[in-house]
């Protein structure tokens, strides 16, 4: 069973920059999609970005497209979500998730294992 430990959250004023990161162990996931959720206070878990197998293919959300980046090294299991230009309304917790075989969804129905979150809080 995959255990998967994001890292990299924080606190950062509006317009600055974070990288995520999510460390999965116990079996490989290099022929999985994988993705980023997050939850804000008092709202539902929302898609944030999701990659395919090889990090050929990726997908954003509208609110997050131009400036989140998601990728992937699957030497090292671990996949990135690096985000710029953080707007208050990116407040939330992070999450990282394990897809299906190779194609990237952004259904979370789709996502098997979860990891524990990453709290993120822009300031304004």
């Known amino acids: 069973q995959v255990q998967l430990v994001e890292s990299g959250g924080g606190l950062v004023q509006a317009g600055g920059s974070l990288r995520l990161s999510c460390a999965a162990s116990?079996?490989?996931?290099?022929?999985?999609?994988m993705g980023w959720f997050r939850q804000a206070p008092g709202k539902e878990r929302e898609f944030v970005a999701t990659?395919?197998?090889?990090?050929?293919?990726?997908y954003y959300a509208d609110s997050v497209k131009g400036r989140f980046t998601i990728s992937r090294d699957n030497a090292k299991n671990t996949v990135y979500l690096q985000m710029n230009n953080l707007k208050s309304e990116d407040t939330a917790v992070y999450y990282c998730?394990?897809?299906?075989?190779?194609?990237?969804?952004?259904?979370?129905?789709?996502?098997?294992?979860w990891g524990q979150g990453t709290r993120v809080t822009v300031s304004s």
């Open positions: 116990g079996r490989t996931f290099t022929y999985y999609a």
């Open positions: 998730a394990v897809g299906p075989l190779y194609e990237a969804t952004f259904r979370q129905g789709d996502y098997g294992s």
């Open positions: 990659i395919n197998w090889n990090g050929g293919n990726t």
